[in-house]
Nanobody
């Protein structure tokens, strides 16, 4: 079994920054892609950013230039630095790891509001 634990969500004003972190533990040999998804109320879960084991990244158009994903393969962690946050970034953010099967964290709330 693999567990993903997220941290770093919270309330921030528009234009502010937050950093999300996710740590994977359990029966891990190697992790392929790691990523962040988000789900706003009444909307489907969507990809925010993904990073391969080799460090290649892909971002949703809505966050390009504002968010940065990174990972530490030795520690099985992935982070998401979010800058210039907007109210439309408000959502529950989920960490995802691909190890053959797909694993999800429990989610962390990000609220952008004045």
């Amino acid at each position: 079994q693999v567990q993903l634990v997220e941290s770093g969500g919270g309330l921030v004003q528009p234009g502010g920054s937050l950093r999300l972190s996710c740590a994977a533990s359990g029966s891990i040999f190697s992790i392929n892609d790691m990523g962040w998804y988000r789900q706003a109320p009444g909307k489907q879960r969507e990809l925010v950013a993904v990073i391969t084991s080799g460090g290649s990244t892909n971002y949703a158009d809505s966050v390009k230039g504002r968010f940065t994903i990174s990972r530490d393969n030795a520690k099985n962690t992935v982070s998401l630095q979010m800058n210039r946050l907007k109210p439309e970034d408000t959502a529950v953010y989920y960490c995802n790891a691909q190890l053959g099967n797909s694993y999800w964290g429990q989610g962390t709330q990000v609220t952008v509001s004045s």
